[in-house]
């Protein structure tokens, strides 16, 4: 995995959605993790994997004093996780959890197990959770309101790197030599691979960001920058980009695995989808249950 949740949690975020939510997870995921909260008693152990800046932790904690534990295989930010109470552990993966057998009396995940090899991470953590513990697990869905749009955003990244890229840098060429002329041919010629080669969609082009670039070259046209910085700024975003969706779109596959092991270990299990409360789009699935004993 690259370190790209380190950087974006660095930036400070607490929910894994950017500006996407105010404060915490709001709407259906928020009422999934309170109602879940009051399952739980009175100073229980909670260990919350791939907690990013403690989103869930905060959740759980609302009207309840628990004993949290978040872990990361990202750094996450000490300023943002001091805030809401709990150990926070940094550079700890799922598979390999620093605790005890039997330490915890629940271990909740969202959208985070799904990320980890499942062999070695729920081995991991059925091991840590008591065994009168109880578990959630909330997790992509390769249908989810979530995943699709990214699912064809990483289509288009795709396209975009492997069918206009020699034509951006023939574009980029043109600007930095001042060939209007030429740099208008290829300005049109990138509209028609689009038009005629990417059939799923405008908005999963946007996400690329590649419009916003070419508009960003043509308004600059007459101006003296540095095209060739600017494409390669473009081009690393972009493989960035293709990274990020690829391990989306993995762990939503991962989804189903991840519950059948859960249910061939639990004794007993609850399992279902979370719909999003104003248009009723699919946003997770998930999976509340006992531990093996
Ligand atoms: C989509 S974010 C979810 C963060 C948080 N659970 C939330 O709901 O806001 C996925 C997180 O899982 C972490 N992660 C991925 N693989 C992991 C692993 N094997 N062990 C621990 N954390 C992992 C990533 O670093 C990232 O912070």
């Known amino acids: 995995m690259s370190d790209h949740w380190t950087n974006y949690w660095q930036q400070g975020h607490l929910t894994s959605f950017g500006n996407g939510f105010k404060n915490n997870y709001q709407g259906a995921l928020q009422q999934f993790w309170y109602s879940f909260a009051k399952k739980l008693e009175e100073n229980s152990t909670v260990l919350d994997i791939g907690t990013g800046n403690g989103a869930l932790i905060q959740l759980l904690q609302k009207d309840k004093k628990l004993n949290c534990y978040g872990v990361d295989q990202a750094k996450i930010h000490p300023e943002v996780t001091n805030s809401i109470g709990g150990v926070f552990l940094s550079n700890t993966v799922a598979e390999n959890l620093p605790f005890s057998n039997d330490e915890f009396s629940c271990v909740v995940a969202q959208f985070a197990l799904e990320y980890s090899q499942i062999n070695k991470s729920i081995k991991e953590v059925f091991r840590v959770l008591d065994g009168k513990g109880i578990f959630a697990f909330v997790c992509h869905h390769p249908e989810s309101i979530i995943v699709k749009p990214n699912a064809l955003i990483l289509d288009a990244a795709n396209f975009v790197k492997i069918n206009i890229t020699s034509t951006l840098t023939d574009l980029v060429n043109c600007l930095d030599y001042k060939e209007l002329t030429s740099a208008e041919c290829y300005f049109d010629e990138i ?65 189903a695995t991840l519950l059948k092991q859960v249910k061939a270990i639990s004794t007993s299990y609850d399992e279902g989808k979370i719909f999003d409360n104003n248009h009723g789009g699919l946003l997770a699935t998930y999976i509340i249950g006992k531990s093996t004993i």
């Open 191 to 255: 509209d028609t691979k689009i038009n005629n080669g990417f059939k799923k969609g405008f908005d999963a082009m946007q996400g690329t960001n590649l419009p916003a670039f070419l508009n960003f070259l043509r308004q600059n046209k007459y101006n003296n920058i540095d095209y060739k910085k600017a494409l390669s700024l473009f081009m690393n975003e972009l493989e960035l980009l293709i990274l990020r969706l690829i391990e989306l779109v993995d762990a939503a596959t991962q989804s």
